[in-house]
């Protein structure tokens, strides 16, 4: 079993930035490949960004390309995502999830542990 607990949500204006951490509770974190997806209200969960077991690919959604980052920290079993140039469009509730699949994984279906989520607002 994988405990997933996301950090690092909150209210910023447009243009700002932020940083979510997802801390898993797994001693191998190395088998499991990553990926953050986010819920707005009346919405349906889509994707944002995936990344591989060793972190060497990712992967993003057209809509926070060249603004978002993902990366991970193995020896801290923590992923990454770091939001830059917000808009208010990026509001929702920001998930993250783990699988052991060997690639990357952009479909909800696909992953097998999530996390809580953390709360994202951006205001205009």
């Known amino acids: 079993q994988v405990q997933l607990v996301e950090s690092g949500g909150g209210l910023v204006q447009a243009g700002g930035s932020l940083r979510l951490s997802c801390a898993a509770s797994?001693?191998?974190?190395?088998?499991?490949?990553a990926g953050w997806f986010r819920q707005a209200p009346g919405k349906e969960r889509e994707f944002v960004s995936a990344?591989?077991?060793?972190?060497?690919?990712?992967y993003y959604a057209d809509s926070v390309k060249g603004r978002f980052t993902i990366s991970r920290d193995n020896a801290k079993n923590t992923v990454y995502l770091q939001m830059n140039s917000l808009k208010p469009e990026d509001t929702a509730v920001y998930y993250c999830?783990?699988?052991?699949?060997?690639?990357?994984?952009?479909?909800?279906?696909?992953?097998?542990?999530w996390g809580q989520g953390t709360q994202v607002t951006v205001s205009s």
């Open positions: 999830a783990a699988d052991r699949t060997l690639g990357i994984a952009i479909r909800v279906a696909d992953y097998e542990y």
């Open positions: 990344i591989n077991r060793s972190g060497s690919v990712t």
């Open positions: 797994v001693r191998t974190f190395t088998t499991y490949a």
